[in-house]
């Protein structure tokens, strides 16, 4: 279903591979243009844009870092010149604490600029793009202003988990965010949303020369489906039309168990539902965290 994308625009950082390409797919099936910003293309992300290179929708690729706030600029620039308008703002790429930017890998995280990347992506990136996102929605349709950005939060932001803070205090940051400027929606009509998602089976369990992936046990914990992540990103969208809108500042949690709106207080977490557990993080993450202590900290 299209759910009305014919003719929109999105900009999606990271949309080079994993769940922001599987975004950028069901737009332009939708109709939708897609700019994807990443700092590198798969071959399946490749071939997407070759495919959609020509006519509409269009696909572009603007190679951009999205911690460099001047290449988050020109991915901007690139939307609007491309296709005079801009709808959806998808700031989705992110880290998942590899060594260059962990808690527990303080020599390797010392070699960055007094920051943590984790931070710089998964926090400083998308509250960037964000304010691009308004002012560049504002200056399009300045009478009528509208337009989604849709951030990307995660079941962590609920969760403890000690071999991974960084990334889990991103995205309570990211989720916090969102609902702090869902008021927005009232005040001119932009959308301000975040998907939470539970463990989807991507490249970021086995970035950077670690393999989370593992700490998902056979038989225990199970992968949320890539699709269902999607359709709760459509259902997100005004006009997605599925049992009522989403409004401004919600945070939707989308598991294999389904979906599910995050409450700001008292809210029950992730709380074992199917695609949210990871049974072997305490086993390798703390034999991880043990060694660090005993190789990187005290010396
Ligand atoms: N996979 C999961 O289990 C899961 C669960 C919850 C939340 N998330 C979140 O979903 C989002 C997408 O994750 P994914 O699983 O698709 O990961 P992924 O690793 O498959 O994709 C991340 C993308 O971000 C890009 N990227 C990395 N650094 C970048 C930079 N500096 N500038 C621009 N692009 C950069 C990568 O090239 C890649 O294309 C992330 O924000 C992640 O935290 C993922």
Redesign the pocket.
Known sequence: MSYGLQGKTALI?????????EFAIRLLQGGCNVVI????L?DEARTLVEKYSKGSPKAVFQK????EWAQLQEAFDVATKTFNGLDIVCP?????DPPISNFWYPNETATQRSSYKTFD??IN?PVRTTQLAIDTFLRLSPEKPHGTVLL?????AQMAAAPVPL?CAS?AAVSSFTRSLGVLEQINGIRVVCL??????????T?DGVDRAKWLKEGEDIW?PIEAIVDGMIALLPGAGEGGEYEGGTVLEVTAAGRRKVEIHNDAGPNGRKGTTVSGAGEYGGAEIIGQLQKEFGK
């Open positions: 950082t990271g949309g080079g591979r994993g769940i922001g390409l910003a990443d700092v590198a798969t951009t870092d999205a911690t989705g790429a992110g880290i998942f992506l998964n990136h990307v939060s995660s079941i962590a990334y995205k939470a998602p539970g463990n989807v089976q991507t490249q970021i369990w970035a949320t």
